[in-house]
């Protein structure tokens, strides 16, 4: 009888949650083949992490994909047409920066950080799917402004693109900001404020 395989020494699960939250706390160029080792923990060697992820690159791929499919989707409001446009812009809002903030995980958005996650041009490919997510969310917002105009909530007059960059530049700032210690009621407030540019622009 062939004897079986030595088991995998870790949950392979929580080890893809572990990594991603090194790589969400450092960035991918900063985050080293040894500190992902130890953070995974188990005792795993380079070869038994090579079998179990490719490399490091594959592994980061691999990270990225559970945080859009997880916590990225705190924006994916702005694309439900069945929501008003104003609500979804405000839930999105509330709900990033809500999840920023949140315990457990790195604060601030790995999307928004993934700016300089790895900025040198031999690694931009790496963080593509960062880059594509940041542009779904700015388009989201210009899409809800759009929207807005086109049902006569918004004045004709809106510019739908700046009025976007403003949302958008709110929440890549909470990312900064959550690091340096601010929380989510202060962002709540602020939110509150920032939606008051929204009611400025209604159509009279």
């Not at 069945?82 to 949140?102: G, I, K, T, Y």
């Not at 004709?156 to 909470?174: H, I, K, Q």
Request: glycine share 8%; aromatic share 8%.
């Amino acid at each position: 009888m062939a004897q079986m395989g030595r088991p995998r020494a870790f949950d392979r699960h929580q080890a893809i949650d572990q990594a991603l939250h090194l790589f969400w706390e450092q960035g991918y160029e900063s985050t080293s083949l040894s500190q992902l080792k130890a953070g995974i923990g188990g005792g795993i060697s380079a070869p038994s992490f090579y079998a179990a992820f490719g490399s490091k690159e594959a592994l980061f791929k691999e990270t990225v994909q559970r945080y859009l499919d997880t916590y990225a989707q705190v924006t994916e409001c702005l694309w439900d047409d069945a929501m008003p446009a104003r609500d979804a812009v405000e839930l999105a809002l509330r709900q990033s920066a809500r999840m920023q903030c949140e315990r457990g995980h790195p604060k601030g958005c790995m999307v928004a950080l993934g700016v300089m996650s790895a900025p040198t041009p031999e690694h931009a490919d790496v963080v593509k799917p960062l880059t594509e997510s940041r542009l779904r969310t700015r388009a989201g917002f210009v899409h809800c402004v759009e929207r807005a105009i086109a049902t006569g909530e918004l004045s004709a007059g809106t510019d739908a693109r700046s009025m976007a960059c403003v949302f958008d530049s709110f929440l890549v700032g909470v990312s900064t900001l959550a690091r340096d210690g601010v929380r989510y009621p202060t962002f709540d407030a602020a939110i509150t404020q920032l939606m008051r540019l929204w009611d400025a622009a209604r159509a009279n």
